[in-house]
Nanobody, 127 residues
Framework: QVQLAESGGGLVQAGGSLRLSCAAS????????MGWFRQAPGKEREFVAV???????????YYADSAKGRFTASRDNAKNTAYLQMNSLKPEDTAVYSC?????????????????WGQGTQVTVSS
């Protein structure tokens, strides 16, 4: 049974930082591209970042415009964990952040290409 468990969310002031973690189990983590998505209240879920799979390295990253320069996706295949480092947080970053796993190398922001999803972790940025 595949499980993705996010952690690291919380309440932070604008300009602060958080690091989200996504612990995976039940799959060969190094062979899955990991995406990060978020959903704010009353809004549709949106793509944040993706880090491609590679058995030897992180395989490359891609970010939504809203995340470029502030967020960094990474992964530790030995720990079966993906990370999202979020710096310079803004109130508009407030959302539930979820990680997702895709067997495609470049699923990008296409939600339908992600097979497994975590439950999400709340991030609240106060002004």
């Amino acid at each position: 049974q595949v499980q993705l468990a996010e952690s690291g969310g919380g309440l932070v002031q604008a300009g602060g930082s958080l690091r989200l973690s996504c612990a995976a189990s039940g799959l060969t983590f190094s062979r899955y591209t990991m995406g990060w998505f978020r959903q704010a209240p009353g809004k549709e879920r949106e793509f944040v970042a993706v880090i491609r799979y590679s058995e030897y390295s992180d395989g490359g990253t891609y970010y939504a415009d809203s995340a470029k320069g502030r967020f960094t996706a990474s992964r530790d295949n030995a720990k079966n964990t993906a990370y999202l480092q979020m710096n310079s947080l803004k109130p508009e970053d407030t959302a539930v952040y979820s990680c997702a796993a895709s067997s495609y190398y470049t699923p990008g922001n296409l939600e339908k290409l992600y097979t497994y999803w975590g439950q999400g972790t709340q991030v609240t940025v106060s002004s």
